[in-house]
């Protein structure tokens, strides 16, 4: 008689037809589906996965994927693999921007611009080229804080700052205009800053700054500024004088309630570099 298999040798059975089912579709899995060495198989490459790496359907072997998938598959990028076929840099652009060359900066380039200012031997102003703020200085991480990249440049070329008081002074009066090359910067306490700034003609906002025409960042002269507010005591109106000289009907207005003669662009003073 026909004797049926206990429940442990049928457990085992299955088990070891399960294993060596696996085994035979591994390579299989891993070129429809991509191998992930963070995540394993969490993303699916046979429906067109965005920039995931796609092995031929013959390459089936563990060594060939995994071959595959150790470097990041950007162009010209030798990085170690991270996930989705990217490393973490064009894994982090991918997943933010949808394309792992998206962004803005790519990581590293203010650093290295930064480097190469601090060694150049021009007397020309370098402009910073990548993130300036409102009032024209450039910024970027350095360290574990956020820098001006003209104070960095300072602390590349001159050493780091004598004491918290100093700040780097530009000689060039072009710190608003974005200049990083060390030879225009200096370490300064605030008056020399201020000096600077009114010798420079960029000390806006300043006690006694210039005013006028003399103003940084003036858009309209002084006898432009006078005729208008003729025309406004001859009992010209606001728009027709915005027509007939070409400054916006707000700023018309501003003037005849007594406003500064010109535009006021709001933050601190130009040439106050940021410590």
């Not at 990028?77 to 973490?88: E, N, P, Q």
Request: positive net charge; glycine residues 10%.
């Amino acid at each position: 008689t026909n004797k049926k298999p206990s429940r442990v040798a049928l457990c085992w059975s299955t088990t070891m037809f399960a294993l060596r089912l696996g085994l035979t579709l591994a390579p299989l899995a891993i070129t429809l589906f991509g191998f992930d060495s963070r995540h394993g198989f969490r993303y699916f490459v046979g429906m067109g996965g965005v920039g995931a790496p796609q092995p031929s359907l013959t390459e089936t072997t563990w060594s060939v994927v995994m071959a595959n998938n150790r470097v990041c598959t950007v162009p010209n990028c030798a990085a170690t693999h991270f996930g989705r076929g990217y490393c973490v840099k064009h894994y982090k652009r991918w997943s933010k921007y949808g394309d792992p060359l998206g962004g803005g900066t790519e990581w590293g380039a203010a650093q290295r611009f930064i480097e190469e200012a601090a060694k150049t031997n021009s007397d020309d102003c370098i402009v910073y080229p990548f993130y300036r703020n409102p009032d024209g200085y450039g910024w970027m991480r350095y360290g574990r804080s956020q820098k001006g990249s003209h104070v960095v440049v300072a602390i590349l070329a001159n050493g780091e700052k004598p004491s918290p008081k100093h700040e780097a002074c530009h000689t060039c009066g072009n710190g608003h205009n974005g200049c990083v090359n060390p030879r225009h910067i200096y370490w300064g306490l605030r008056s020399d800053n201020v000096r600077d700034a009114y010798r420079h003609g960029t000390a806006f906002g300043l006690k006694h700054s210039p005013r006028g025409q003399s103003a940084y960042a003036a858009k309209y002269s002084d006898a432009l500024i006078s005729d208008i507010r003729d025309a406004l005591k001859a009992g010209e109106t606001t728009a027709s004088i915005a027509n007939r000289t070409g400054v916006s009907q707000a700023h018309v207005s501003r003037i005849k309630h007594g406003a500064r003669p010109q535009p006021s662009p709001a933050g601190s003073p130009q040439d106050h570099d940021h410590k």
